[in-house]
C-alpha cells in the first residue's frame, strides 16, 4: 500500500480498521483494487471486519465491478470524482505535480515505475509472510 495514491490509502485503512464507508468509498477502493489484480475473495476477505458486511452482497458487488456478473467493467473514478465525492485526503507532490490530479491508477502506475522491480514486495503476501512468522 505504500505505493497506493493517498486516497487509496485512507480508504484501505479506514475498511481495514472496520469503519462504515459510503458507497461511493466502498466503490472506489474495490474498483481500485480490481484494477491493480486482486481477486474477488482477497477483497471480499478485506471488507469481512465492515459494519453490516454481507459475504454474498460484497462478492456480487466485487463481482460487478470486475465485470464478471455485468456488461462493463468498472474502472476506479477520476480525482476529480474523488474530491468531488469528499474522498481525495491528503494530496502529495504526485498527485499534484506528475499526474496533474488525473487518476488513482495513473498515481500507482508512475509509483511502481519508480520503484526497483527487485525490491518490490506484494504488500498482501508480507502480511500473510508476518503472521506465519509470529505463529
Same mark, same amino acid.
Given at each position: 500500500?505504500?505505493l497506493f495514491p493517498p486516497c487509496m490509502k485512507h480508504l484501505l485503512d479506514q475498511v481495514q480498521k472496520g469503519e462504515h464507508l459510503e458507497h461511493h468509498s466502498r466503490f472506489a477502493i474495490?474498483?481500485? *483494487?480490481?484494477?491493480?489484480?486482486?481477486?474477488?475473495?482477497?477483497?471480499?476477505? *478485506?471488507?469481512?471486519?465492515?459494519?453490516?458486511?454481507?459475504?454474498?452482497?460484497?462478492? #456480487?458487488? %466485487?463481482?460487478?465491478?470486475?465485470?464478471?456478473?455485468?456488461?462493463?467493467? #468498472?474502472?476506479?473514478?477520476?480525482?476529480?470524482?474523488?474530491?468531488?465525492?469528499?474522498?481525495?485526503?491528503?494530496?502529495?507532490? %504526485?498527485?499534484?505535480?506528475?499526474?496533474?490530479?488525473?487518476?488513482?491508477?495513473?498515481?500507482?502506475?508512475?509509483?511502481?515505475?519508480?520503484?526497483?522491480?527487485?525490491?518490490?514486495?506484494?504488500?498482501?503476501?508480507?502480511?500473510?509472510?508476518?503472521?506465519?512468522?509470529?505463529?
Amino acid at each position: 500500500p505504500e505505493l497506493f495514491p493517498p486516497c487509496m490509502k485512507h480508504l484501505l485503512d479506514q475498511v481495514q480498521k472496520g469503519e462504515h464507508l459510503e458507497h461511493h468509498s466502498r466503490f472506489a477502493i474495490a474498483s481500485f *483494487l480490481t484494477s491493480i489484480g486482486m481477486t474477488t475473495d482477497e477483497i471480499v476477505e *478485506l471488507f469481512q471486519v465492515n459494519p453490516g458486511f454481507g459475504e454474498e452482497a460484497t462478492r #456480487y458487488q %466485487v463481482d460487478h465491478i470486475r465485470g464478471a456478473t455485468s456488461p462493463t467493467e #468498472y474502472s476506479p473514478p477520476s480525482c476529480a470524482t474523488m474530491q468531488s465525492y469528499g474522498d481525495c485526503y491528503n494530496r502529495d507532490d %504526485v498527485c499534484e505535480d506528475v499526474i496533474d490530479e488525473s487518476h488513482p491508477l495513473n498515481y500507482y502506475e508512475h509509483m511502481l515505475d519508480q520503484e526497483d522491480e527487485d525490491d518490490l514486495v506484494d504488500w498482501r503476501e508480507s502480511d500473510e509472510d508476518e503472521a506465519e512468522s509470529s505463529a
